[in-house]
Antibody, heavy 117, light 106 residues
Framework: QGQLMQSGAEVKKPGSSVKVSCKAS????????ITWVRQAPGEGLEWMGR????????NYAQKYQGRVTITADESTNTAYMELSSLRSEDTAVYYC??????????WGQGTLVTVSS | DIQMTQSPSTLSAYVGDRVTITCRAS??????LAWYQQKPGKAPNLLIY???SLESGVPSRFSGSGSGTEFTLTITSLQPDDFATYYC????????FGQGTKVEIK
C-alpha cells in the first residue's frame, strides 16, 4: 500500500522559516506531480504550490509567491515545502499529496506547524 | 482564479437519509471536479473524480454528477461513518477547493 510520510510537528518563531518533508513509499514519485495544501485551524483547504519532480517544474499560488519554495529529491523520493517569514496566521496543518490526472489520490498524514513567540 | 462555492455549509441528517451537496464554479470547468471526505484530525480522502467517477474502494452510495459550473455529490442512505466534512475541488486550472460542507448527525 503506497503512502506519503511527512515530517513531524514544528513550533516556530515569527519571522523564521519551516521546511516540511514528504517521503513517498510504494508510490511512484518522479513522474507525478506532488502538491502542497494547508489547513488553518477550523478552516478549509488552501492550495500552495506544486512540483513535478522529474522536471523540477514548480508553480506556486499567487498568495505564497516569494515565500514558499517546493523542491524534490528523486534519489530519496522526497518532496519538501519551505515557507519563510512565518507569521501567526501561518499556523496550520500542511499536507502533501500526489496528483493523478488532476485529482489528489495519495495524501500525507499532515504536519502541524505552530507559529508563536 | 476559479472560485468554488459549496452549499450548504452545514447539513444535519439522520442515518439512512439521502444527502445532496452542491458545488458551483465561477467559470466552466468541464468535468474537472473531485470530491473529498475529511474526518477530524485526518487528511482528506478522494471519493469522486472527473465529476462522476467513483474512486476505487469508495462505497457505491456515493455518487457525483454535473458539468460546466454546477455539480452535486449525493450520498444515498447516509451511514454513521459518513458524518464528516466534504470538499469539492476544481482541477481545470491548478486547484481550488470549496469551503466545505459539514454533515452532522441530526
Amino acid at each position: 500500500q503506497g503512502q506519503l510520510m511527512q515530517s513531524g510537528a514544528e513550533v516556530k518563531k515569527p519571522g523564521s522559516s519551516v521546511k516540511v518533508s514528504c517521503k513517498a513509499s510504494g508510490v511512484t514519485f518522479s513522474s507525478y506531480t506532488i502538491t502542497w495544501v494547508r489547513q488553518a485551524p477550523g478552516e478549509g483547504l488552501e492550495w500552495m504550490g506544486r512540483i513535478i519532480p522529474m522536471f523540477g517544474l514548480t508553480n506556486y499560488a499567487q498568495k505564497y509567491q516569494g515565500r514558499v519554495t517546493i523542491t524534490a529529491d528523486e534519489s530519496t523520493n522526497t518532496a519538501y515545502m519551505e515557507l519563510s517569514s512565518l507569521r501567526s496566521e501561518d499556523t496550520a496543518v500542511y499536507y502533501c499529496a500526489r496528483v493523478t490526472g488532476g485529482r489528489w489520490d495519495y495524501w500525507g498524514q499532515g504536519t502541524l506547524v505552530t507559529v508563536s513567540s | 482564479d476559479i472560485q468554488m462555492t459549496q452549499s450548504p455549509s452545514t447539513l444535519s441528517a439522520y442515518v439512512g437519509d439521502r444527502v445532496t451537496i452542491t458545488c458551483r464554479a465561477s467559470q466552466s470547468i468541464s468535468t474537472s471536479l473531485a470530491w473529498y471526505q475529511q474526518k477530524p484530525g485526518k487528511a482528506p480522502n478522494l471519493l469522486i473524480y472527473e465529476a462522476s467517477s467513483l474512486e476505487s474502494g469508495v462505497p457505491s452510495r456515493f455518487s457525483g454528477s454535473g458539468s460546466g459550473t454546477e455539480f452535486t455529490l449525493t450520498i444515498t442512505s447516509l451511514q454513521p461513518d459518513d458524518f464528516a466534512t466534504y470538499y469539492c475541488q476544481q482541477y481545470q486550472h491548478y486547484w481550488t477547493f470549496g469551503q466545505g460542507t459539514k454533515v452532522e448527525i441530526k
